[in-house]
């Protein structure tokens, strides 16, 4: 027996003894967790895909699986790339599949390509389309530039032996010079907003936010409404150790009358 299917038949473990001829299986849309027993078959072509339940690869032995060429893995539970670095020590692997799995679902489809690329030097077909020598090289050079805007997040994190084999081939990223003072955070301002029945009174409720100071006071009324639970009001600006100033006029930038960090917008229902 060289080769077994046995897709949707709501199998929950292997635990039977497969033959040792085996060298295609596939187990599409069962509900497999653990594929570790199908390590020491040698097995050139697996179809894990829609099992749902099996969320890793890493378990099986580091020596397993050396005779595998192709898997797929898509829809499945796989949500961490220490699964895809397991699959990169595997000497034969040449095409993979494994697209529609938490560990893609949150990325965009490039970065998503980049980086299970550069992780995995020998794949040459990848969720059904061909990467060949050029393609290879723009989707490394991509994963870098995507490791120099953010070098600690999980997504882009690499063994630092594959990621020196990346340099030495591309060059090390280049890193984004920090953003100039003038950027966004510069322009926002720390303002407490208040709901109040008048000026000198308690505040009834606030809540904090970071107002862009360019904004316009009609800008404002929306977040101003939910919070007054109406669509009727005042709004009125108070800056540390000066008076109280009525924003009465729509038009205007909240920077004309002043806003900054620690200000108060005080919001008086009619």
Same mark, same amino acid.
């Given at each position: 027996?060289?080769?077994?299917?046995?897709?949707?038949? %709501?199998?929950?473990?292997?635990?039977?003894?497969? *033959?040792?001829?085996?060298?295609?299986?596939?187990?599409?849309?069962?509900?497999?967790?653990?594929?570790?027993?199908?390590?020491?078959?040698?097995?050139?072509?697996?179809?894990?895909?829609?099992?749902?339940?099996?969320?890793?690869?890493?378990?099986?032995?580091?020596?397993?699986?050396?005779?595998?060429?192709?898997?797929?893995?898509?829809?499945?539970?796989? +949500? =961490?790339?220490?699964?895809?670095?397991?699959?990169?020590?595997?000497?034969?692997?040449?095409?993979? $599949?494994? @697209? +529609?799995?938490?560990? &893609?679902?949150?990325?965009? +489809?490039?970065?998503? /390509?980049?980086?299970?690329?550069?992780?995995?030097?020998? &794949?040459?077909?990848?969720? @059904?389309?061909?990467?060949?020598?050029? =393609? /290879?090289?723009?989707?490394?050079?991509?994963?870098?530039?995507? =490791?120099?805007?953010?070098?600690?997040?999980?997504? &882009?994190?690499?063994?630092?032996?594959?990621?020196? %084999?990346?340099?030495?081939?591309?060059?090390? *990223?280049? &890193?984004? *010079?920090?953003?100039?003072?003038?950027?966004?955070?510069?322009?926002? +301002?720390?303002?407490?907003?208040?709901?109040?029945?008048?000026?000198?009174?308690?505040?009834?409720?606030?809540? /904090?936010?970071?107002?862009?100071?360019?904004?316009?006071?009609?800008?404002?009324?929306?977040?101003?409404? /939910?919070?007054?639970?109406?669509?009727?009001?005042?709004? =009125?600006?108070? $800056?540390? %150790?000066?008076?109280?100033?009525?924003?009465?006029?729509?038009?205007?930038?909240?920077?004309?009358? @002043?806003?900054?960090d620690n200000a108060v917008i005080r919001i008086i229902p009619?």
């Open positions: 027996l060289r080769a077994l299917s046995h897709g949707w038949s %709501q199998l929950a473990r292997i635990d039977a003894e497969l *033959p040792a001829s085996l060298v295609e299986l596939r187990l599409e849309y069962n509900m497999v967790g653990d594929w570790a027993p199908l390590a020491r078959l040698p097995l050139v072509r697996v179809a894990l895909a829609g099992n749902a339940e099996l969320a890793r690869l890493d378990n099986a032995p580091a020596d397993g699986f050396q005779t595998l060429e192709e898997l797929d893995v898509s829809h499945t539970g796989i +949500a =961490h790339w220490r699964s895809v670095d397991f699959l990169a020590r595997l000497p034969r692997l040449r095409a993979l $599949r494994i @697209g +529609a799995t938490p560990l &893609v679902a949150g990325l965009p +489809a490039d970065a998503a /390509r980049a980086q299970l690329i550069a992780r995995l030097p020998r &794949v040459t077909k990848l969720d @059904g389309s061909a990467v060949d020598a050029r =393609h /290879r090289a723009d989707m490394e050079r991509y994963f870098l530039a995507l =490791h120099a805007r953010n070098p600690d997040a999980d997504d &882009v994190k690499l063994d630092c032996a594959r990621y020196a %084999q990346l340099v030495s081939v591309h060059g090390a *990223p280049r &890193v984004p *010079p920090p953003p100039p003072a003038h950027k966004l955070d510069a322009r926002l +301002a720390d303002v407490e907003l208040q709901l109040a029945a008048d000026l000198s009174g308690p505040a009834a409720a606030s809540v /904090r936010r970071p107002l862009i100071r360019s904004m316009l006071v009609r800008q404002l009324r929306p977040l101003a409404m /939910r919070l007054a639970k109406s669509r009727r009001f005042q709004m =009125h600006l108070k $800056r540390p %150790q000066l008076d109280w100033i009525a924003l009465d006029s729509d038009s205007r930038p909240l920077s004309f009358y @002043g806003i900054d009619d």
